[in-house]
């Protein structure tokens, strides 16, 4: 069964530095997003992808935060100078249509900002 | 009032019970609903989508009253596997794109 894939699993960066999380949409999915998920905190929506830009993005997706489809497979999210609470699990997620279409969850990244 | 209010229990239940849950949500525009399963330190997992005349999924059954804005989730016959933190989803649209928004979830504790 085709699933979203992401790396790394587990990513500890210091405070100020730049780390990219890396994912895999299932491939014949169009849209694509990034949620992420504060320990202990419910799913919060960061942005959503389709036709090589950005659908739609949250409050929290603010100018340290960018994404990227640089190829045919991967879609990334990037953080410029990371912070201490930027600390969560991020998810990738893809769907074949877009809202309401179903989306598919990655295993998720766990980021740890020390 | 939040856009999408659970119960975050937890809700310790014994094997074969039957549980329900329910969540409310804010905006009466809001279009589709979904119920998600999320295990601990995990990714959510679709469980069901929830149609307005109501669906069911083996032991699952999912119901969405549009008038007192709310849907719910009826396990019956519980699993020791079905301990997880169930989550509402309701999308809804703004400004042209259809926002997604998740509740916090409802923690079920299946008990042998």
């Known amino acids: 069964e085709p699933e979203v894939t992401q790396t790394p699993s587990h990513q500890v960066t210091q405070m100020g530095q730049e780390v990219i999380l890396r994912c895999v949409p299932i491939?014949?999915?169009?849209?694509f997003y990034w949620y992420r998920q504060i320990l202990g905190q419910k799913v919060e929506f960061l942005v959503s992808f389709y036709n090589n830009e950005i659908s739609e993005k949250s409050e929290i997706f603010d100018d340290q935060f960018s994404v990227e489809r640089p190829d045919g497979s991967n879609f990334t999210l990037k953080i410029r100078s990371t912070k201490l609470e930027d600390s969560a699990m991020y998810f990738c997620a893809s769907s074949e249509g877009g809202v309401p279409t179903v989306q598919y969850f990655g295993p998720g990244t766990r980021l740890t900002v020390t | 009032r939040k856009e999408v209010e659970q119960d975050p229990g937890p809700f310790n239940v014994p094997e074969g019970a039957t549980v329900a849950f329910n969540c409310t949500y804010s905006n009466s525009a809001s279009q589709s609903f979904f119920w998600y399963r999320q295990d601990c330190r995990k990714e959510p997992k679709l469980l069901m989508s929830?149609?307005?005349s109501g669906n069911e999924d083996g032991r699952f059954t999912a119901q969405l009253n549009r008038a007192s804005q709310y849907i719910s989730l009826l396990i019956r016959d519980s699993k020791l596997s079905d301990s997880a933190t169930y989550l509402c989803v309701v999308t809804f649209k703004s400004g042209g794109y259809q926002k997604v928004t998740f509740g916090t979830g409802t923690k079920l504790q299946v008990i042998p």
């Open positions: 929830v149609y307005s």
């Open positions: 491939s014949n999915h169009l849209y």
